[in-house]
């Protein structure tokens, strides 16, 4: 049972850092959204990576260190281009934190998210008792998955490769994902006046490369946003070589993703559920 959390915990934190953003606050107001489930986090570290010899406390976790992670907006669509319009529309949305615990051999990335309705099939495998848990669980900040990093693996540091790559790093930057174009995590520069000016990926691009080199800005990893903005939108939907797991991505990937994750997290608030009757028998 614990290879299989862990295994799907895995997967959820991958399409997690797929469709992801943050705010150059990296933090953001996370104390006073989820530091009350402090024991919970220490719990499902604990149990997933017992073998592991890992044991952590709530002294262990910092939440100063937590990436907030804006999810399920296309921000090519809006009209404006201004930073504080897009961060007041990615507000509006839903979001999550990834929140980093140092180990002694690595790092363990917890992906806390807000708890999600119970859905008709979910019913179907969830007994009385788990559904209820769901129930209760609704719009409550849960630990929804968890990945572990081995020392020397940093992908999980957004702040350290975008420093890496254009230096101070202006505040009301934000981190995007699940846009047309790119596969994965970019970054939203502002200039002076306010205006998202660059557009800057924290991965390696593909096949989406050679159809935005020309928007390049001086730098191989720094776009213009304008032109990639003007890209995105002109992509046929018809195309999927073209748009391909980008521009349909909001009427495939996201239907997948949000359907997916559904389903794990309902998988592992059963397993909490679990744990909570192994310890009261006990």
């Known amino acids: 049972m614990k290879r299989m959390f862990v295994f799907l915990s895995t997967l959820l934190i991958v399409f997690a850092f797929s469709i992801s953003a943050f705010a150059s606050d990296l933090s953001s107001n996370v104390e006073n959204e989820v530091m009350n489930i402090s024991d919970e986090i220490v719990t499902v570290v604990n149990e997933i990576y017992e073998n592991r010899d890992i044991k952590v406390t709530a002294e262990d976790i910092d939440y100063s260190k937590a990436y907030k992670v804006y999810v399920d907006t296309n921000i090519f669509r809006l009209s404006?281009?201004?930073?504080?319009k897009i961060k007041e529309t990615l507000e509006t949305g839903n979001y999550i934190y990834l929140l980093p615990i140092d180990v002694s051999d690595g790092t363990i990335v917890v992906n806390l998210q807000k708890g999600l309705p119970l859905s008709e099939n979910s019913k179907k495998v969830l007994s009385l008792e788990e559904q209820q848990e769901v129930l209760d669980n609704v719009g409550k900040w849960i630990v929804s998955s968890v990945y572990f990093y081995e020392n020397g693996n940093l992908n999980f540091d957004y702040?350290?490769?975008?420093?890496?790559?254009?230096?101070?790093?202006?505040?009301?930057?934000?981190?995007?994902?699940?846009?047309p174009i790119f596969e994965d995590v970019v970054a939203l520069i502002p200039n002076e006046d306010g205006i998202i000016?660059?557009?800057?990926?924290?991965?390696?691009?593909?096949?989406?490369?050679?159809?935005?080199?020309?928007?390049?800005?001086?730098?191989?990893?720094?776009?213009?946003y304008k032109q990639i903005k003007e890209i995105a939108n002109d992509l046929p939907d018809a195309d999927p070589n073209i748009a391909g797991e980008a521009a349909n991505i909001e009427t495939d990937i996201n239907y997948i993703m949000i359907a997916f994750s559904v389903v794990l997290t309902l998988v592992i608030v059963a397993y909490m559920f679990y744990l909570k009757k192994k310890k009261i028998n006990e």
Do not use: C, F, H, Q
Request: charged share 25%.
């Open 80 to 84: 404006t281009n201004k930073a504080d």
């Open 197 to 224: 000016e660059s557009i800057v990926p924290l991965s390696t691009l593909t096949k989406e490369k050679d159809l935005i080199n020309y928007s390049t800005k001086n730098n191989s990893y720094i776009y213009s």
């Open 159 to 179: 702040e350290r490769k975008l420093k890496s790559l254009i230096g101070v790093i202006p505040e009301d930057t934000m981190l995007v994902g699940s846009l």
